[in-house]
């Protein structure tokens, strides 16, 4: 899966008659306006960059390297007038009708995202800073020093230590937030509240805190200023005084840290447990519907998502009987107990922690070697496969993935979380296909260097088309070869079923009460799950009501789209033309994608 982070806010919006116009020529060509729309575009997303600092680091950019994105109430409204006032502007200044087909979408797309932070700030209260299990601020705001800000000179150290000197600010601001969602009834489940204590002990754990090794932060400062040194980009000296400068603000997060220790704490007794999902909030039910749609970006109501789930889980149960017959054993049942005996769980070691990493690598470039029987697109820069930082890895976590900065200096990176038991190693490739190629860092390496689009296209990011992309991947594996026997492939197909179960179980979890336990063993017993990992899954979908239908309803979507052009043209469709279009042009709202294929068809005609 790919990383989201979600805050925003809802005012009334900048009446038009104060936004001053801007007049089309008449004769304007398609062509034209489009470029007048990107060039448009362009200025108006370096505006927003100014109060995106984490998103300028991401791309790669030195603007505001020393600063922290302003998460408190009057920075997500400043954010969000801005963007309302951006898109007034663009209204008034752009006839949409004199837009080719892509100036179109560019410009429905700079709408849906400021109705999508309209939606998200509306009820920013349920999803608090604490609240998820994937994007907690407490472990998130380190993880994205250690990941995402990258040191090439003294300049980007000095910007490392102003945000550490930062941090603790970014943690009460987190703290007070997830209060206020506390007093309208918004609660942390027990289970995160349990997981930020020991979290929150564990970054401030180990030098400059106390004896022993290192603390997470202390050892990637000292790596930076190292390979600073290293290469001459500092003396020693200069390297000396940096990592002092870098302890001392290191130091200085305890004091925050432990702020939030105690605010969990004070929380446990009161945390909820049990019946944890949307339905058990105040207002939840609203939410939850938002959520499906922020996550979908279709309008489907939960009873709807649950019941494609259900179809989808008989129709993929059924494929796998085929394939076990195949193989000579009796049904899927008799498979899956012929792998377990072949190959039981064991504890990692970390000798078995590099053979999967190994493996993981080497499925990796095997699949790039395979794409060019159905990409003209694909990627440039380096993917590596590592391990989840220690203070973020659970056992039976999610595998997740980040994109290349697109200057390449930040590789694209599939994250593994290597404690707890092993899995069938039959499952490797096709994780790889959906993490790294042809799924999410390969869609992330050519989103960002995406030419001739305005460049917010190659940023935005949408749950069901990036996660839709990756889904379908597999399925592009398969028609690749990347599968060498039945094994990997009746795996491929235990990861849809796994997607399919998804969507009963969130949609379960959050619209039909189901408690913890019972989705635990819904997922365990048709989602096919270990104990531990089942439990780990659930826990994140309670935390982040529907992002986990984004995948399969993403994945339908571009597979129905694949049918309709295939019908459609005949004999002309081109399947390597048609995938480069997909993934071509960066994530989109699945709309907004339809129109894009349908444009395409018209064109291929």
Same mark, same amino acid.
């Given at each position: ?43 108006? +997303? ?97 993880? +994205? ?66 004896? &022993? ?18 290469? &001459? ?141 159905? +990409? ?75 030419? &001739? ?146 444009d395409w068809i018209a064109a291929q005609k």
């Amino acid at each position: 899966m790919s990383r989201l982070l979600l805050s925003v806010a809802a005012f009334a919006l900048v009446p038009l008659a104060s936004v001053p116009v801007i007049a089309a020529p008449a004769a304007a060509s398609a062509e034209a306006e489009d470029a007048r729309l990107t060039a448009f575009l362009d200025k108006e +997303f370096a505006e927003d960059l100014k109060l995106r600092p984490q998103l300028a680091t991401r791309l790669g950019l030195k603007d505001g390297i020393d600063r922290w994105d302003d998460t408190t109430a009057a920075g997500q409204l400043k954010r969000l007038q801005s963007r309302r006032a951006s898109v007034a502007r663009m209204k008034a200044a752009f006839n949409r009708a004199s837009l080719s087909a892509t100036g179109k979408a560019n410009y429905d797309m700079w709408i849906v995202e400021l109705e999508r932070l309209e939606l998200q700030f509306k009820f920013r209260r349920y999803q608090p800073p604490f609240y998820s299990t994937l994007y907690s601020a407490h472990a998130q705001l380190p993880d +994205f020093l250690i990941n995402t800000h990258t040191v090439k000179d003294a300049a980007d150290m000095r910007g490392y230590i102003a945000r550490l000197q930062g941090l603790p600010r970014m943690l009460d601001t987190a703290r007070i937030q997830t209060v206020q969602s506390q007093q309208q009834g918004i609660r942390v489940p027990r289970f995160q509240v349990e997981r930020v204590i020991a979290s929150a002990k564990s970054l401030t754990s180990g030098a400059p805190f106390d004896g &022993g090794a290192d603390s997470a932060l202390m050892a990637d400062a000292r790596a930076k200023v190292g390979k600073l040194e290293k290469d &001459g980009k500092v003396s020693a000296d200069e390297a000396k005084s940096l990592l002092a400068s870098a302890a001392s603000a290191i130091l200085a997060t305890k004091p925050a840290y432990d702020r939030v220790a105690a605010w969990a704490q004070a929380a446990l007794p009161g945390a909820p447990g049990g019946k944890v999902g949307s339905g058990s909030l105040p207002g939840g039910a609203a939410w939850y519907a938002a959520a499906l749609k922020l996550n979908t970006t279709l309008d489907l109501s939960a009873a709807q998502v649950h019941q494609i789930g259900l179809s989808e889980v008989k129709r993929i149960e059924g494929e796998q009987d085929a394939l076990a017959r195949q193989a000579g054993l009796a049904d899927r049942n008799a498979f899956y107990a012929d792998r377990a005996k072949k190959f039981p769980p064991q504890a990692y070691t970390d000798e078995l922690r590099k053979a999967y990493l190994d493996a993981a690598n080497a499925a990796i470039a095997r699949n790039r070697e395979l794409l060019g029987a159905r +990409f003209n697109l694909k990627p440039v820069h380096r993917i590596e496969v590592v391990r989840e930082p220690a203070f973020s890895e659970v056992a039976g976590g999610a595998a997740h993935a980040a994109g290349p900065s697109p200057d390449g200096a930040r590789p694209g990176r599939v994250y593994l979380h290597l404690l707890g038991e092993t899995l069938d190693p039959a499952k490797t490739i096709d994780l790889m296909c959906h993490e790294g190629v042809p799924g999410h860092v390969m869609q992330g390496d050519i989103a960002v260097r995406q030419t &001739g689009v305005p460049k917010f296209r190659t940023t935005s990011g949408y749950v069901a088309y990036s996660e839709g992309w990756a889904l379908y991947s597999e399925q592009l594996c398969k028609e690749m070869g990347a599968y060498p026997d039945v094994a990997s492939d009746f795996m491929r197909l235990d990861a849809e079923l796994f997607r399919a179960a998804r969507l009963v179980t969130d949609t379960g979890l959050h619209a039909m009460g189901w408690s913890e336990d019972q989705a635990v063993a819904y997922m365990t017993s048709t989602g096919r799950l270990p104990a531990q990992q089942a439990r780990s899954e659930v826990r994140r979908y309670i935390t982040l009501p529907g992002q986990a239908t984004g995948y399969k309803i993403g994945m339908i979507k571009i597979m129905e789209l694949r049918a309709k052009a295939e019908k459609a043209l005949g004999p002309k469709f081109d399947i390597r033309a048609f995938d480069d279009l997909i993934v071509g042009g960066g994530s989109m709202p699945l709309p907004v994608l339809e129109r894009r294929v349908d444009d395409w068809i018209a064109a291929q005609k």
